[in-house]
């Protein structure tokens, strides 16, 4: 039995065990080694370091999108013991619809991104606009102003 790791590599059970280091190497040349035994049979996952890294940017948004949909839950039931993200606590100055808003265009442009539509960079600057949105709110001013130019279009 063999198994093909890539195009360029193939390895047989034994290999995965005896030339461990010849699939670390080839790790360092471009990919991410991930060896499981599962009963008898061993498998083994080498795929590029971009492939890793966008997984672990897929990972670490999807637990951001977690929490941020935790507490705009917690905002709507008006629950007591409601704790905002700590890199998102600009949330606390929208509203409830807004803040329904911004999960919508989070979800959306995190889906966007596994249907290879957007980046990661493209959803960082979603968060950013929001944001810089939420630092405009805290001046009633430009609010009131904003409000009454747009009442007037």
């Known amino acids: 039995m063999r198994f093909t790791l890539d195009r360029a590599v193939d390895a047989t059970p034994t290999d995965l065990q005896r030339d461990y280091k010849r699939l670390l190497t080839l790790a360092e040349d471009g990919g991410v080694v991930n060896i499981n035994q599962r009963g008898h049979r061993p498998s083994c996952t080498l795929v590029s370091k971009e492939a890793w890294l966008d997984a672990m940017m897929a990972k670490s948004w999807l637990s951001t999108l977690s929490a941020v949909v935790k507490y705009a839950t917690g905002r709507i039931l008006n629950d007591p013991a409601l704790i905002c ?3 998102f606590s600009w949330l606390q100055l929208y509203n409830t619809e807004d803040i329904r808003g911004f999960v919508d265009e989070l979800s959306g442009a995190i889906n966007s991104v596994a249907n290879r539509t957007l980046t990661w960079d493209d959803v960082d600057a979603i968060v950013e606009e929001w944001s810089r949105s939420a ?11 904003f409000r009454k130019a747009k009442e007037k279009n």
């Open 135 to 145: 630092a405009l709110l805290e001046h009633e001013e430009l609010v009131d102003r």
């Open 85 to 87: 993200p700590s890199d």
